[in-house]
Every structure is written in C-alpha cells, then in structure tokens.
C-alpha cells in the first residue's frame, strides 16, 4: 500500500528547511569553524603554551567570573522588577517598562563610557564610594557593573510574561490551605517561574561573556586584574597574531558552549520534571 | 459550623456587586448560591473565605466574628471551577500540600500525612493516580483532586465556587450526585456557587436565589421551585411562560379566559404578569366546554423524556411552550400545524407591586 504523504496545511517545509540550514551555516557555522581551521596552523604545544599563558588564563577567570556574578544579579533583581512590574501599578510605570529595554538599544561603547563617567573616583557615585574604600571604575567590580547593566532586560523579558500568566487562583489556593506568603512563593511561584528563570539567566550569561564595548571604558583593563578575554583577543589581532587570537577565541567558543549546554541541561530536566505532565 | 452573614456590602469601582446581603447558613447544610453571572454570588462566595473582603457588614462563624480574619486562619476549603492544582506537584503533593505548609509544631509527621492523603484520595476513588500530575487528568478527575485537597486541611467550611461549571454534561451530572452523596457522609457546611439551575435543585439542601447583588428567595429546592417570590426566580428557575394578564377583584384575566384567584379581591383592575410552567398546561384537541386559549401548534420537539410543543396563540404574539407526556402526545395525535385548545393548570400572577399569588 502507498504510503500517504502527511498533508499540511502550509506547504513549504523542506524549502523552509533548506534556507535554514543554508542560512545558519553561512551566518554562523562557517565563521565559527574558520576560527578552528585557522587555530590548527598552531601545533598542540604552541595552542597549549597560548591558551595558558598566566594573563590569559586571568582573563578567562574574570570573564566568566564576572558574567556569572552579573547574570546571577541580574536574576535575583531581574525577578523583582519582572514582579514589580506584573504585580503592582504606579504612576510612571510605562516609563519604568521601557527603561527596562534601554540596554538593549543604547550602544554598548556610550554605556561604558557613562558608567565610567559616574563610577570613577571624580564620578557622582564613584565619588561618594570611594571614601568607603570601595573602587568600582578600572576594577573587577566596575566588570561586574557593566555586565549586570546590559543583562538586565534579558531576565525582565522573559520572567514577565510567564508572570503575568501565572493563575492568580494558584496562589488563592494555596493561601486558603494555610500557606503563608514564603511558602505560596516557594512552593507555588517560583516552581512555574523556573524555566524562565533559567532562561534569561542563560541569555544574560551569554550575552555578558561575549560584551566588549561597555566593559573596556570602564575595567581599565590591567592585565591579570581587569583584562577580560575579549579584549586579549583584540590585543592580538593588533599585533597580527592571528592564530594566537583565534586560538583564545576556540578556547572561549568551547568553554561558552559548555556552559550553555550545561544550562539548557539543566532547563530541560526542569521543565521535564514539571510536564512530565503537560 | 454554621456561617452568619450580615449587611454585607461590596462595591467594585461603580458597579455595587453586593447589596446588604443577609444570611444565614445553618451547621451541616449543602447550600447552593443561584444566579445569573454577574449577580454577586461568587463576590459573597469569596467574602465568605475571606479572599476578598466586605465594604460594610459582617461575617461570623459559628457565632464568632470573623470578619477581618485572613483567609489562612478561616480553615475553609475552597474548590476553583478551573481547579487551580499546582501543575508541577504530583496528585499526591497537592493534596498534601496543606499539610506541609503547616508549622513544624502542628504538622503531621511523613507517615501520618502518607496516610491522610491516601485515605483522601480513595475517598474521591482516585488513589491510583496519586503520581501522576494534574495536566495528566481529566477534568473531572483534576476538581475531584481539588475537592481532595481542600479537604485535606480539615476544613470547617467547604467553599465551592462552580465547582462543575467547566466540565461537559455527563461528568458534571455524574459528579454532582457524587459530591451530594460526599455531603451526605462528611456533614461539612458547604456553600456552592452555580448559574445552572438543574444542578441547584438537585443537589442544594437550600437554595439561595440571587440577582444584582441581592437576595431574590431562600428555600428548599421544591419551596424555590413551586412558589417562587419574584417574576426573576420564576423565570430563572426552570422554563416558564409569561403572559400579561389583568387582575380584577380576585379573578385573573388572560386573553379571553379568567381563572379565580384565591387572593386579591380587593384589587381593582391592575396589570398583572402571569407565569405558568410548561407542564402545567393541558392541551386539548376540543374545546371542551371550558375556558381555554386556542393556538396553533407551530413546532414539536418530541425527542427526551416528555414532549415540548411550541404553540402559536391565535389572539397573542409571544409562543408559548407546553410540555406534555410522550403517551398524552400520542393520544393527541398532534401534528404541526394543528388546532389546539390550552388550558392553565397552575398560574401564579404578580401584581406590578411584586406580591405573589397561587391560584
């Protein structure tokens, strides 16, 4: 018997498929494989001895340090604008919807240079720390600053819309059998809120170990103290050490790629566990 | 525990959800809160658990005030129409969930919560599904788990807000007797919100009647359903015809024929709306002798327990419906289109100032 051809109701697939796959391999594939093509001009030792140089390997630390502290911040504080802005109403709330996306739009070279201009010791906020003993400009921290700052949309965006969903008789319920309010959110919010969360973590991670432009005004970028990995990899271009760059430019590819894998794992068994189900 | 409600007032923006609602629910009893959407009764409902709460008036329990006591310390269950589970908890962690959240110094140890839950859930019959998650169930299964864990908590009262109003109609009669039956066992003091009058005089052991944030009628359901208080209830519960008719010194007067009342001598012709049940109308195919309307049956709907005709009056412009016993509609022998002859049984007329009268 023929087999019957699956009807659907818009035609197209495999030419769909096709530009897709065509696309992503000239957009991103090739690109990517070129920066292994090129690093294997090194040999193994030479790759070795680039990669884990002392000031490059500082680097690698800071960078990913710092976006991990950032999209952790941005988690935590992203969660309660998301929750502010779903939950309550205020005059200028509008405003405060859209000052949300501002990192997104603003380029990321006029943010690090005003982040610098109000951190730095002479700065409004730079000026009132600094007698305090804390340093923000030309520091790890001032890192972690510029990060948190472009991360922040990613975990509002996506926290938000599954917030404003939540069934507002869930947590009635839960109420009426005795919860208290720690325990409605524990138990109740925050188990639905997960994915998402997860979700702009893993963007906000992502984006932040791959930013420059806000970073470089404000780290200051001292070798083994503020220098982040990105900046290495420009550092060498420079010089016209184009395998050395693509070589720490692999090395950032695949600890990136694992991190994210590891944090779509991570979704994925969570969202298992909760729709084991849907 | 019996609920006392008082003057209770509840205003949204402009819209006055409830107007001085006064009630009283007696320990023990299944009673059914009636209306049209919109009339207040899942407001009062909601007042009543203390999930929203009054402009004016009080609330108390069992004679206790209550009024301003949070909704975690009433110990009500309450049951969703849409359920409200917690999707990423197992059937048996939404049960339990109640008694986990309890302090440490009153919760149940692990082994004495199994239990609980497990006796919980063969009471509403479904313990094989303790480890499945709510989306996994069908409707009727996720308010059944619903019931179970609102009653988990041990709960006085047993609040249900349409608690089968998103089911299809099999389950919903199947699980209607079903939560009368439950009733009938636990004697807890339960209040359900429902806009399907079928399900109210089934179930209720009282029936409140409810409309623009007021009370229309309280009663059993036979008190509710012969002798309705207002042309609402009449209309609201069950089918009815409505003709306008003249009262005058005891004597009702509908198109060309009069029936005796057994009140109203006094009064002078009034205006007067006359409402009479479909299966209070007899149908004749001769005028025989008596005061009768005369009409043309215009459709049958002979599918169902009893026939329902829908009659053209000859002199009148509003059809009437009249339902009659498949063996009176074979006797009959009534086509469409057919010369028939009506006869009121049982009329109720409500003068334009409200008062009621059974004939």
């Avoid at chain 1, 639905?192 to 932040?208: H, I, M, N, S």
Wanted: some cysteine; hydrophobic content about 45%.
């Amino acid at each position: 018997m023929a087999k019957h051809k699956q009807k659907n109701v818009l035609p197209g697939f495999n030419l769909s498929l096709g530009y897709t796959l065509l696309y992503l391999s000239l957009i991103v594939l090739i690109p990517l494989s070129a920066a292994f093509f090129k690093t294997t001009e090194l040999t193994f030792a030479e790759f070795w001895h680039t990669v884990t140089t002392p000031r490059v390997v500082a680097s690698y630390k800071l960078t990913f340090g710092a976006s991990l502290f950032a999209a952790i911040i941005n988690a935590i504080f992203g969660l309660l604008t998301a929750w502010v802005l779903t939950r309550y109403t205020f005059p200028g709330k509008k405003l405060v919807d859209a000052l949300v996306d501002l990192p997104f739009a603003l380029p990321t070279a006029v943010a690090g240079i005003a982040l610098t201009a109000v951190y730095a010791t002479n700065g409004w906020l730079g000026s009132i720390l600094e007698p305090h003993g804390i340093k923000v400009a030309f520091t790890p921290l001032g890192v972690v600053v510029a990060l948190t700052f472009i991360g922040l949309p990613f975990v509002v965006r996506t926290v938000q819309p599954v917030l404003e969903d939540l069934e507002a008789e869930t947590e009635e319920a839960a109420a009426s059998l005795g919860a208290n309010r720690w325990q409605t959110f524990r138990r109740v919010i925050l188990p639905a809120l997960w994915p998402a969360l997860l979700t702009g973590f893993a963007l906000a991670f992502a984006r932040a170990v791959g930013e420059y432009g806000s970073v470089i005004f404000i780290a200051g970028n001292m070798p083994m103290v503020s220098e982040i990995t990105p900046l290495i990899i420009i550092t060498k271009l420079e010089q016209y050490d184009y395998t050395g760059a693509t070589a720490v430019a692999v090395v950032m590819l695949v600890i990136s790629f694992l991190l994210l894998f590891a944090i779509n794992g991570l979704q994925w068994w969570s969202s298992r566990r909760n729709s084991a189900s849907r | 525990m019996s609920i006392e409600i008082r003057n209770i007032k509840k205003e949204f923006g402009n819209f006055t959800a409830l107007d001085n609602v006064n009630l009283d629910v007696p320990n023990g009893e299944l009673v059914a809160l009636l209306g049209p959407s919109g009339c207040g009764k899942t407001t009062l409902l909601r007042i009543i658990a203390g999930l929203e709460s009054p402009d004016h008036g009080s609330i108390h329990f069992h004679g206790e005030e209550a009024t301003d006591r949070d909704v975690r310390e009433r110990q009500v269950g309450f049951v969703f129409q849409h359920y409200a589970l917690f999707r990423h908890m197992t059937v048996f962690e939404n049960v339990a969930f109640g008694l986990r959240v309890r302090p440490k110094k009153t919760r149940p140890t692990e082994a004495e919560i199994h239990r609980r839950v497990h006796q919980l859930l063969e009471l509403v019959q479904l313990d094989w599904l303790a480890d499945r998650y709510p989306p996994q169930l069908s409707g009727g299964q996720r308010q059944r788990i619903a019931l179970a864990r609102a009653l988990a908590v041990e709960p006085k009262v047993l609040l249900l807000d349409e608690p089968f109003g998103a089911l299809d109609a099999k389950v919903r009669k199947d699980l209607r007797r079903w939560l009368r039956r439950l009733h009938d066992e636990l004697h807890i003091t339960s209040v359900f919100v429902t806009h399907d009058q079928e399900e109210a005089l089934e179930v209720a052991d009282r029936i409140v009647v409810m409309n623009h944030g007021r009370i229309e009628q309280i009663g059993s359901p036979q008190e509710v359903y012969d002798n309705p208080a207002s042309p609402f209830v009449y209309k609201f519960l069950g089918n009815v015809n409505q003709f306008n008719s003249r009262v005058n010194e005891g004597q009702a007067h509908i198109g060309d024929i009069s029936l005796s009342l057994n009140q109203h001598h006094s009064i002078q012709n009034s205006n007067a709306l006359a409402y009479v049940r479909p299966h209070d109308i007899e149908v004749f195919t001769e005028p025989n002798g008596e005061q009768t309307l005369q009409a043309i049956v215009s459709y049958i709907h002979a599918a169902g327990p009893s026939v329902r005709l829908e009659l053209q009056p000859v002199n009148e412009s509003d059809t009437i419906e009249a339902e009659i016993s498949r063996e009176r509609f074979r006797e009959l022998a009534l086509n469409q289109g057919a010369h028939v002859y009506l006869k009121p049984r049982r009329v109720q007329v409500f003068l334009e100032t409200g008062t009621t009268t059974p004939s």
